[in-house]
């Protein structure tokens, strides 16, 4: 029987990151990093317009990219795009 992950899906704008002052939302990076020490898979799933600076490049700058196992982001935010992710990871749907 395979094991099944546990995984957090996080938003970024507004949860993680506010974009009107360009800075993280007090304890993100706190709380992102318990996630991924506490052994759940890490997964971002964010809309970004093409001409701004990606998520990835803001989760760098931020010192987050290395807690996030995938990093999902398009310019419309999709369900399709999430769980065509999630397909490879072994999931409780339940």
């Given at each position: 029987m395979?094991?099944?992950q546990k995984i957090i899906i996080w938003?970024?704008?507004r949860t993680l990151y506010n974009p009107d002052t360009g800075t993280?939302?007090?304890n993100a990076q706190e709380t992102v990093r318990y996630g991924f020490e506490s052994?759940?898979?890490n997964i971002l799933f964010s809309k970004n317009t093409i001409g701004q600076t990606t998520v990835d490049q803001l989760l760098?700058?931020?010192f987050l990219r290395a807690y996030f196992d995938?990093?999902?982001e398009n310019?419309?935010?999709n369900i399709n795009h999430l769980t065509a992710q999630l397909e490879n990871y072994h999931l409780d749907k339940s």
């Open positions: 395979m094991q099944t938003d970024f704008n993280l939302i007090e052994g759940y898979v760098s700058t931020f995938a990093i999902i310019p419309e935010k």
